[in-house]
């Protein structure tokens, strides 16, 4: 059995109450109508196709054998045709009624039931996506790309079938099963016990089917999402695969996971092998039984201390019907297939529309409006997880238009300085504040529209390289797009590409340097135009030249800003106004250039170091690098 992987969503799946009801709740009541439509034009084209066999019976016993009188359940006597004649094409008519009923029903019930489910569909699909979309980063750190994947393609459309086919088999199954039974036993209540004595059996046997295959359906859901997960992995990491060679364990690793997929799988198909067969032949052993007590009846008169007459009319109505009866009741395993599905699909959904998140608007929040670029740590501390302690009180204040620096060794916390800014994350201890306010006070979108923010590793979606630079600031024109790549030193090699702006950049940017990219992701924060700015300079050395072009324009884009610039090169952050060296989460210098080379501690012996004057760190340095 296939054993399914811890992923963050567990607990809230588990905390989802009644997915299916929830899911009518909140997206089926807004679409009631269709629904209604569906299910009234569903429950007319299933009564009418009732009717044929019905008047095929009465037609046998009063126009053809000329035995008993016209007469039909719910119609007066009075309105049926008194002579042979009329009542034979009376018949004609009302068969010829019952079968365009039908058809008409059943296309009107297609037609509304499939807008009322893939209505709901496509809000679940949206409402899901825009309830990930609204998480924060401390969610997207232990994401699992390709579980949410699973959740927004393959459960919203289990959703949907369900909706769409589960609900319309379900209510013909009881109309089919009433209006027969009441047909049944309305013409002979005896050899109607007959043929339904067997129907409390195919509930029960149906109830013990649905108890055990739900367990398997959840794990069923979850190998597929962990299937996911592993193929979009490989796929993502595709260039570490190739370069180590490393095809085969990948290979290796999706067919483990296909394989648990494939043994869940089998584990419901196993039981499905009992439940179908077992339903057709409860179903066939009632037809049998019909077809013997009322065959005995016929030629015997009534067997088994049975009483009463049978006419053949109603006999043939019986077969008939016992027949029609079969087919739809033999459908309720499909039915509970699509059940247990989509109820395990409905706490994937709700499950990840319930992560709360951590970083949360305050309800008066307030908009930050046109800020000067004010900035003040407060005594901060902070850590991921409720984990290890990663900044420990850390506090500065930064003027209007200054650059700050900075510096110390990996997994100092450089980079989780600047997050707090950005309020990816809150902070525990202390207070972050822009122009004075609390970032937790103003609202996140004026927040982060104030901030600029240039990664190490700029993300570039696939499209042309004037909409990446454009995104964000969709409205701006060519020229503006034109005069941001100027300032950030990339209308140059932008020009020299054979379609210029309109040049695709590929998936993530791949047909494009580390160096350009980054000089792109500078020119959208120049279109951006914001009064903070946020440079993590790339570790990975670029040549002298684009490094001299990035400096060039990360120094245009930073006059008049407020500007943090993680450094990984301290030659980048020599002329900044303030330098914070960072050591284990907490600042241990701070100063100019000039002012930390004459305290000569860590930036100083750093410094020496980049600047070939010693040749190897000393050996407190190397541990923490
Ligand atoms: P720097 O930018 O100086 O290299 P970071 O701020 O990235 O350092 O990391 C500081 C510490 O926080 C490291 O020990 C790192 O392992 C930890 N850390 C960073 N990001 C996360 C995260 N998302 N969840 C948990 N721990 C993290």
Redo the contacts with the bound molecule.
């Keep these: 059995m296939a054993s399914s992987e811890d992923t963050p969503f567990d607990q809230y799946r588990a905390d989802v109450d009644r997915p299916l009801v929830r899911l009518f709740r909140e997206y089926g009541v807004p679409r009631l109508r269709w629904f209604a439509a569906g299910n009234v034009a569903n429950l007319v084209g299933r009564s009418a196709s009732l009717l044929p066999p019905l008047v095929l019976g009465t037609a046998i016993d009063a126009i053809f054998a000329g035995e008993g009188t016209y007469s039909l359940p719910l119609v007066p006597g009075s309105w049926l045709p008194a002579s042979q004649s009329g009542q034979f094409w009376f018949s004609v008519a009302l068969i010829l009624v019952g079968f365009v009923l039908t058809g008409v029903g059943t296309f009107l019930w297609g037609v509304t039931m499939n807008r009322f489910a893939h209505g709901v569909m496509h809000a679940v699909r949206t409402d899901t996506f825009a309830a990930m979309q609204a998480l924060d ?2 969610f997207f ?1 232990d994401k699992q790309t390709g579980e949410v994947m699973s959740v927004l393609n393959n459960d919203a459309s289990n959703l949907e079938t369900f909706l769409d086919d589960a609900l319309s088999e379900g209510l013909r199954i009881v109309v089919m099963v009433l209006g027969i039974a009441g047909i049944l036993v309305y013409l002979n209540a005896q050899l109607a016990a007959v043929t339904l004595v067997l129907v409390p059996v195919m509930g029960l046997f149906t109830w013990w089917f649905m108890r055990r295959v739900e367990p398997l359906y959840k794990q069923v859901r979850s190998d597929v999402g962990n299937l996911n997960t592993r193929l979009e992995n490989a796929l993502s990491g595709v260039e570490l695969v190739k370069t180590t060679g490393t095809e085969d364990y990948e290979t290796g690793r999706v067919r483990d996971a296909s394989s648990d997929l494939y043994e869940s799988n089998m584990a419901v198909l196993t039981l499905s092998y009992f439940y179908r067969p077992g339903m057709e032949l409860l179903a066939g052993l009632s037809f049998a039984a019909t077809f013997l007590v009322g065959g005995l009846w016929l030629f015997q008169g009534p067997p088994f201390g049975l009483t009463g007459t049978l006419t053949v009319g109603e006999f043939v109505t019986f077969v008939f019907l016992t027949q029609r009866f079969v087919e739809p009741l033999s459908q309720a395993s499909n039915i509970v297939d699509w059940y247990e599905n989509a109820k395990a699909s409905g706490e994937r959904v709700f499950g990840l529309m319930d992560v709360p998140p951590h970083v949360v608007e305050a309800d008066d929040a307030v908009v930050l409006a046109d800020p000067d670029g004010a900035v003040e740590y407060d005594d901060v501390s902070f850590s ?2 409720e ?2 302690r ?1 900044l420990r009180d850390v506090d500065f204040a930064v003027e209007p238009g200054e650059t700050v620096g ?1 510096v ?10 600047v ?1 707090l800014l950005l309020r990816l994350y809150d902070v525990t201890d202390g207070a972050v504040r822009v122009d004075g306010e609390d970032v937790r006070d103003v609202t996140v979108s004026s927040l982060r529209s104030a901030i600029g923010y240039v990664s190490q590793d700029p993300f570039l979606f696939d499209g042309t390289i004037a909409e990446n630079i454009r995104y964000g600031r969709f409205d701006a024109s060519d020229e503006a797009v034109r005069e941001a790549a100027k300032a950030a030193e990339a209308h140059e090699f932008v020009s020299n590409l054979p379609e210029g702006y309109d040049t695709r950049v590929g998936e993530r940017g791949v047909k494009l340097s580390g160096g350009q990219r980054q000089r792109l992701a500078i020119a959208r924060v120049v279109l951006q135009d914001p009064a903070i700015l946020i440079l993590d300079e790339a570790t990975s050395s670029v040549d002298t030249e684009t490094e001299v072009l990035i400096q060039r324009s990360m120094d245009a884009v930073s006059l008049d800003r407020t500007t943090f610039v ?1 450094a990984h090169r301290l030659s980048t952050v020599r002329d900044a106004d303030t330098i914070l060296v ?1 050591e284990d ?1 907490a600042v241990v210098e701070r100063g100019t250039h000039d002012e930390l080379l004459d305290v000569d501690g860590v930036y100083a012996t750093f410094w020496r170091v980049q600047a070939g004057e010693l040749d190897s760190l000393p050996d407190r340095f190397v541990e923490s690098l």
Aim: charged share 20%; proline share 4%; no cysteine.
């Design positions: 980063m401390a750190d991921y997880d984990g290890e990663i900075l110390g060794p990996t997994g100092a916390g450089k980079s989780t300085v997050k993680i960072l989460g």
